[in-house]
């Protein structure tokens, strides 16, 4: 059984920074693409953040060069460094991948920003 489990969210002020955590089981953590994404209050779930197994990133537009993306596959995990945040990153952060034709995903951790 698939399992993500998120950590490392909360409240910060702008041009603070936060980390997030997301521990993988039930997979070859080391085989798969990972990924981040976000919702924010009434809007659509919209990718943040992949990084291939061997360790190929991308990212949306709006957090290139503030947020890094990186695993740790000795740990089966994976993380999302923040810096610079702003309040448009307000949003609840949810891990996922990708196995067996099924999308998977954490319990979502919430990130506020805010002065």
């Known amino acids: 059984q698939v399992q993500l489990v998120e950590s490392g969210g909360g409240l910060v002020q702008p041009g603070g920074s936060l980390r997030l955590s997301c521990a993988a089981s039930?997979?070859?953590?080391?085989?798969?693409?990972m990924r981040w994404y976000r919702q924010a209050p009434g809007k659509q779930r919209d990718m943040v953040a992949t990084?291939?197994?061997?360790?190929?990133?991308n990212y949306v537009d709006s957090v290139k060069g503030r947020f890094t993306i990186s695993r740790d596959n000795a740990k089966n995990t994976f993380y999302l460094q923040m810096n610079s945040l702003k309040p448009e990153d307000t949003a609840v952060y949810y891990c996922?991948?990708?196995?067996?034709?099924?999308?998977?995903w954490g319990q979502g951790t919430q990130v506020t920003v805010s002065a």
């Open positions: 039930g997979i070859i953590f080391s085989a798969y693409t």
């Open positions: 996922n991948t990708l196995f067996a034709t099924t999308q998977y």
């Open positions: 990084i291939t197994p061997g360790g190929t990133t």
